[in-house]
């Protein structure tokens, strides 16, 4: 590749690299001697083009002879040498033909617009066209002159005009005659004409004066442009004309830069002037020598430059260079966006006019002609834009763009640029971002996540790429994960315990990680961490019975979880103790949820020594299930006792599985009164309860309540001759029992000059709760005679309702219809509430009315009065 560099404004930057010249050997021991590298620069900016060197046949046709000029065509190229040459040339360099055409250098060559005829001229004053295709159009023309330049007509194949323009010291245009070539002069006497450019309708020639161009429809020169004033020997610097378009004139002269239009005359201008002119668009000066031009799309030009000591102070920048200069659409300014450094072979010889730039406008190459090289200039395609990227470690937005753009390299796989930043990441000791990347990078190749693992192993950084080692979908082999694994172990146990636990079980051997635990454990001792990583690997195992135990040694909560997610309450068995010893209310719940599985009896069996724990237990279910351990009452009535007085009462309340004599006992060693009192009113010893309330407690409101639970008239008459001659007893009488019992019991009894507190305010009360029984009784009287007086009025409203007779029923005494078809004719009736329905003079012999009036009827016996309803058909 060539060495090369990128400029922004009036800023150096670093080659990206140097164009290999080692194809010749000799040529690299000549050049090798004296070359130094060029320094890096801060900043970097992204070429725009690349650069190979043509081989093949261009190589052994330079080794012996030199490149004087060349012309391009989308099928081949045309090279002519300082021997005479023109060789016909693939777009690889290999050789297709040769014409030897003249006997000195070849000057210019030129193809028309088909690519079948290439013409050459030389200082030996001879102009050969070659046909390609066709030898009998071939055409040999001598001139007593030197011929420095021409250009076939772009038609010259489809015309027979057979049209060329040469430049000696005039633009002389030729074509076919009748019976002889006819000649005329365009234009003369202003020095020789050392360019030529001819395309579509237009022809423009340079001389040592200045630029011109010339309609060939108009058969007229429609403008000229002067060489700037000041500019180098016109000899020594030739004139590069290129155009751009259909009515573009690139112009290259020296050390200026001009863009000509073609532009249509306005009609209304009445001068006699040819109907187009030319604009000068953009223009600039440059402080180098121009050796060629050539436009790029979006506006920019291609310049290929020579520099000499005179203009530059350092003498390392003598190389040729190539700029691309962009013409500003709202100025006629030009900006140069880039520079590339060029190390064509032998440049330290060359003069400006010894290189040549020929371009292909629609692919967008550049040819770059010395007389010992031929380089090819072309765009950068997205592999070198991507490789530029991982050349200048811009790795970020090289995974990017091979990401985006895969279906566009061709050199580049998004894989390996991704390898290469995870490797750039490591280097940079960045293991973080290079582990997170690789999810994105390696995804399912399975030999690739191995030798990264790997290489994480090596810098002992393999924490940062745990997390993201793939164990789901893709799975390594289980070599690696071992080896995870035991790295964790012998350097982060901590990390070793983490993975072990996210891990699924079946990426390794279980029965290999488990010794390596076993061979630590034996050289380090024991260790919390690891008894808890060999009781997950047991687990792993099946081995429960031995998870077990180390969990319960290590009082891990995950022991609870163990049994249930793996049923092991028949191992657990001789266990409990030491289950309710760790967690006493986890195990209390879990055993009494799986009573089935480990029965109840069992537990208090086991927890019989350990009376608080078999407290916490029996409490448990006790509140989850009152029947549950009913058996076991008895035994929790010294348990409660001696544990959990509060509860006490609580649980003789709501058992009726204990003995009364047994909880007596109890109650009474401990000096429980509330709870004797309990058991006494249970036992039906009311007056023994009421006198420890009295005499234990001292409680009058707690006798007061008890005697109204238990309403009996002995218990009111013993509490109230305990009080009588109690002041504070009586209070709490006065004020509490006047819905029960009659006040004037308590109050006749009264001691004649007893003090009694806060009397007054009883005797309020109980004039208050006496008011409120009597305006209760009121009410009810009130409610009660209301609600007979409403149930005798709905009973008088039922029984003087009609009673509805069918046509169909018939007399149940004498089975006759009830209704005859002749209303005439109808009987008396009689209709009983039950819907009985009798003809009145048979009810009446078989029943002699009754002294009330009131017949019964002979089916349900129910009664009627003789007085019924009027009978309505």
């Known amino acids: 590749m060539l060495n090369m560099a990128s400029l922004g404004e009036n800023t150096k930057v670093a080659t990206e690299g140097t164009l290999d010249p080692t194809e010749d050997e000799e040529d690299d021991e000549a050049e090798e001697d004296g070359e130094e590298e060029e320094e890096e620069e801060e900043d970097t900016v992204e070429p725009k083009l690349k650069y190979e060197r043509l081989g093949n046949d261009v190589k052994e046709v330079l080794k012996n002879d030199a490149a004087s000029c060349l012309a391009v065509q989308g099928k081949f190229l045309a090279l002519g040498t300082h021997w005479g040459v023109v060789h016909i040339l693939d777009l690889q360099g290999n050789r297709i033909k040769q014409f030897p055409c ?60 057979g049209q060329y323009v040469t430049g000696g010291e005039n633009l002389v245009f030729h074509s076919k005659g009748m019976f002889r070539n006819k000649t005329t002069v365009l234009h003369g006497g202003e020095g020789p004409v050392r360019a030529i450019r001819w395309h579509k309708q237009f022809i423009a020639w340079a001389n040592d004066v200045g630029v011109k161009i010339y309609d060939c429809q108009s058969k007229q020169r429609i403008t000229y442009i002067n060489r700037d004033e000041g500019s180098p020997r016109a000899e020594l610097y030739r004139c590069n004309l290129c155009w751009r378009g259909d009515r573009t004139l690139l112009i290259g002269w020296g050390n200026s830069v001009k863009v000509c239009t073609v532009k249509e005359r306005p009609k209304k201008d009445v001068r006699d002037l040819p109907s187009l002119y030319v604009e000068i668009t953009h223009m600039t000066s440059v402080d180098f020598f121009i ?37 500003l659409s709202d100025s006629h300014k030009i900006e140069e966006s880039s520079l590339d450094e060029l190390n064509m072979r032998g440049w330290e010889q060359y003069r400006c006019n010894d290189y040549r730039l020929e371009h292909l406008t629609q692919e967008g190459l550049f040819y770059l002609v010395s007389p010992r090289d031929v380089v090819l200039a072309k765009p950068r395609d997205m592999d070198d834009h991507v490789q530029w ?38 280097d940079e000791e960045d293991f973080q971002k290079a582990a997170g990347l690789c999810p994105r990078v390696l995804q399912g190749d399975k030999k690739l996540w191995e030798e990264i693992i790997m290489k994480f192993i090596e810098v002992k950084r393999l924490a940062d790429i745990s997390p993201f080692i793939p164990r789901t979908t893709l799975r390594l082999e289980p070599i690696i994960y071992e080896l995870v694994l035991n790295t964790f172990l012998l350097d982060d146990k901590d990390q070793f315990c983490c993975t072990l636990q996210e891990w699924p079980s079946d990426l390794y051997d279980v029965q290999v990680i488990l010794k390596a635990v076993e061979g630590c454990m034996e050289k380090d001792g024991e260790d919390g961490l690891l008894l808890e990583a060999m009781g997950q690997l047991h687990t792993f195992e099946g081995r429960f019975d031995k998870a077990l135990r180390i969990y319960l040694k290590l009082k891990n909560e995950h022991v609870f979880e163990l049994i249930k997610q793996h049923n092991l309450f028949s191992a657990i068995q001789d266990q409990i103790v030491e289950l309710m010893h760790f967690q006493p209310t986890t195990a209390s719940k879990m055993l009494i949820e799986n009573m089935e599985k480990v029965p109840v009896a069992v537990v208090v069996d086991k927890l019989r020594t350990e009376s608080k724990l078999l407290h916490q237990y029996l409490h448990t279910l006790f509140l989850q299930n009152v029947h549950a351990g009913q058996d076991f009452h008895e035994l929790q009535l010294d348990l409660y006792a001696q544990y959990d007085q509060p509860n006490f009462l609580p649980f003789l309340k709501q058992s009726s599985s204990y003995p009364l004599q047994k909880a007596m006992q109890v109650c009474e060693d401990r000096e429980l009164i509330e709870e004797q009192v309990y058991l006494l009113g249970r036992m039906g010893n009311h007056k023994q309860a009421l006198s420890l309330i009295i005499e234990k407690m001292h409680d009058v409101d707690k006798a007061i309540e008890f005697s109204k639970e238990q309403n009996d008239e002995e218990l009111w008459e013993d509490l109230i001759k305990y009080s009588i001659d109690k002041p504070d007893f009586i209070t709490g009488l006065l004020r509490n029992i006047g819905t029960h019992i009659d006040p004037t019991r308590v109050i006749k009894r009264i001691p004649k000059g007893m003090e009694i507190p806060q009397l007054r305010d009883s005797l309020v009360k109980i004039m208050h709760d006496f008011n409120l029984q009597i305006s209760l009784r009121e009410g009810c009287d009130k409610i009660l005679e209301k609600d007979c007086v409403g149930l005798l009025d709905r009973l008088n409203r039922l029984q003087r309702r009609g009673i509805s007779v069918s046509d169909s029923q018939r007399c149940l005494i004498c089975n006759d219809r009830i209704m005859p078809g002749d209303i005439r004719s109808a009987r008396p009736l009689c209709a009983f509430f039950c819907h009985h329905v009798y003809h009145m003079d048979c009810l009446e012999a078989v029943s002699s009315a009754r002294d009330d009036g009131v017949f019964v009827c002979q089916c349900c016996h129910s009664r009627k009065s003789q007085r019924g309803p009027k009978l309505k058909r």
């Open 389 to 426: 990227l991982i050349d200048n470690e811009k790795f970020e937005e090289a995974l990017s763009e091979a990401e985006t753009n895969c279906l566009k390299l061709k050199n580049h796989k998004v894989l390996d640029v991704g390898v290469q930043y995870i490797q750039f990441l490591i």
């Open 291 to 327: 050796a060629g031009i050539a436009p790029v799309e979006n506006n920019q030009i291609v310049l290929l430059c020579y520099l000499t000591n005179v203009e530059m102070e350092k003498a390392e920048f003598k190389r040729p260079q190539l700029r691309i200069l962009t013409c």
């Open 102 to 161: 003249h006997s000195t250098t070849v000057n210019e060559i030129s193809i028309d617009g088909g690519g079948d005829y290439v013409a050459s001229c030389s200082d030996d004053g001879q102009v050969v066209v070659n046909g390609l295709y066709a030898t009998d159009s071939n055409v040999k023309v001598n001139y007593d002159y030197p011929v420095r330049s021409l250009a076939l007509d772009p038609e010259y194949g489809h015309r027979q005009s």
